[in-house]
């Protein structure tokens, strides 16, 4: 548990740094930066008035009051704000904070309690309950009941989220957990193992694609060891604000991956690979810190990795298509990883890589925040979109779930050409069948 001194109005549990907010000198720089001030123009809801508000609690100056909860569940925790802080203030991970202290604050009524305790506590946690709870959804698809829904209009009638979340839906495929081998060999020189963290939402939403990244990393040479006992790594608890069960699973995962004695712990999903980078702050008062900075020292993104030790182009088959790319926020803001996705784009032979502006603009996605402003949600979205449409490539390319469900919806929406697919898809394309 993290026991602090109470700090102004918040309360001792999981309160925001004091120093964080203190290195605020209100110089603005962020501000182009942030997408729900572009929305707005509203000071309250941009990086600068919310550190504002939030040093305003610490200093017993405000009350956590709703306007407080209102901007930390507005805050797209999208760190675009954190890339250009001189001061490296991270307005982001405050409000991923206040998110928290709203619930010690004002918790939900019994039922909002139960069914946010049953998706946190029980489901998430539970590799093999969530694999059962999609199969109603994979149902729905394949006995025809979507096409009826869809074609009745029937979702129109509701709140505009269900609606749009059923839209978002792929095609879903059987979970990809039980069909992955525990161990798959490197092919050609060996360069390392790796130890491969199955997020949840990639392999039920997106199992092709991790497939193909481990399928990739073996043929890049790396043995790939895919722990099946991995648990979600806590990014949606973080965002939901439960840093305790975010605590409890981040422990279990560090355990069980610093076990496997890998080079390297991969992921393909941006919102895995930042939660997983930032077990080295959540669990500082609960674990030895040797462990965390070996633990922090061996997580990459597998793009982020395959760029670093350089990308073996021989053998690959050219793929003649034209692609542009999407950052997502958890990957270029959260991480720093930036250049090295294009550079594999780059790499590939056949592919023409064509840059679209503002390519680390969010695309609205960020978890539930889509469907919670729907309509806030769709701009920001449309203005991906016409971003991507300058470019007139033949795929958008990009790295995350998240935005993957968002984009691919609103190109469809949009009735614009373009579909996505993760890099590894693509390298996968590229990469022989042995
Ligand atoms: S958060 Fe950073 S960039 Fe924004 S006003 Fe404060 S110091 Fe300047
Ligand atoms: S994390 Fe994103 S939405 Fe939140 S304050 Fe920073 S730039 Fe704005």
């Known amino acids: 548990m993290n026991k602090k001194e109470k700090l102004g109005n918040f309360t001792a549990e999981d309160a925001?740094?004091?120093?964080?907010?203190?290195?605020?000198?209100?110089?603005?720089?962020?501000?182009?930066t942030c997408p729900t001030f572009a929305l707005t123009g509203r000071e309250r809801s941009s990086p600068r008035g919310r550190v504002a508000l939030a040093r305003a609690v610490a200093?017993?100056?405000?009350?956590?009051?709703?306007?407080?909860?209102?901007?930390?569940?507005f805050c797209l925790d999208c760190r675009a704000c954190t890339t250009a802080c001189p001061s490296g203030v991270?307005?982001?991970e405050v409000m991923e904070i206040c998110r928290s202290q709203s619930h010690q604050q004002s918790p939900l009524g019994h039922?909002?309690?139960?069914?946010?305790?049953?998706?946190?506590?029980?489901?998430?946690p539970n590799p093999d309950l969530l694999e059962k709870s999609m199969l109603p959804a994979r149902l729905y698809q394949r006995l025809g009941i979507q096409w009826l829904v869809r074609h009745s209009k029937a979702l129109k009638l509701g709140p505009a989220w269900i609606d749009k979340a059923e839209g978002m839906m792929p095609k879903l495929d059987a979970p990809l957990r039980p069909q992955l081998p525990e161990v798959t060999p490197a092919l050609g020189e060996k360069r390392?193992?790796?130890?491969?963290?199955?997020?949840?939402?990639?392999?039920?939403?997106?199992?092709?694609?991790?497939?193909?990244?481990?399928?990739?990393?073996?043929?890049?040479?790396?043995?790939?060891?895919?722990?099946?006992?991995?648990?979600?790594?806590?990014a949606p608890h973080l965002n939901e604000g439960d840093r305790q069960t975010a605590r409890e699973l981040a422990l279990f995962n560090l355990d069980l991956?610093?076990?496997?004695?890998?080079?390297?712990?991969?992921?393909?999903?941006a919102g895995c690979g930042a939660s997983l980078k930032e077990y080295e702050e959540l669990l500082a008062e609960e674990e030895d810190h040797q462990r965390l900075e070996l633990f922090r020292s061996k997580v990459r993104d597998v793009q982020e990795?395959?760029?670093?030790?350089g990308l073996r182009t021989e053998g690959l088959k050219p793929v003649k298509t034209s692609v542009t790319y999407h950052e997502p926020c958890h990957l270029c803001h959260a991480q720093?990883?930036?250049?090295?996705?294009?550079?594999?784009?780059k790499a590939i032979p056949g592919v023409e890589f064509r840059e679209m502006n503002e390519a680390s603009w969010c695309c609205g996605s960020a978890a539930t925040w889509g469907l919670k402003f729907s309509d806030e949600s769709q701009q920001v979205l449309d203005r991906k979109l016409s971003n991507v449409a300058a470019t007139d490539a033949e795929h958008l390319v990009t790295a995350n779930p998240g935005c993957h469900l968002q984009l691919a919806w609103g190109l469809k929406q949009a009735g614009m050409k373009q579909d996505v697919l993760h890099l590894m898809e693509l390298l996968g394309r590229a990469t022989p069948e042995v």
């Open 257 to 269: 991956f610093l076990k496997a004695d890998v080079d390297y712990i991969v992921t393909d999903c």
């Open 305 to 309: 990795l395959l760029c670093d030790v």
């Open 59 to 73: 200093e017993n100056k405000l009350e956590f009051t709703q306007a407080v909860k209102e901007e930390a569940y």
């Open 111 to 124: 039922i909002g309690r139960s069914f946010r305790e049953f998706i946190l506590q029980r489901m998430l």
């Open 16 to 32: 925001p740094e004091y120093e964080d907010m203190l290195q605020c000198m209100r110089c603005g720089f962020c501000l182009p």
């Open 90 to 92: 991270r307005a982001g």
């Open 192 to 234: 390392g193992k790796v130890g491969f963290f199955l997020g949840c939402i990639m392999t039920l939403m997106y199992p092709e694609v991790s497939r193909q990244t481990v399928r990739v990393l073996a043929h890049q040479g790396f043995d790939v060891i895919t722990p099946k006992e991995t648990k979600c790594c806590g």
């Open 336 to 345: 720093g990883v930036s250049n090295q996705p294009r550079e594999l784009l």
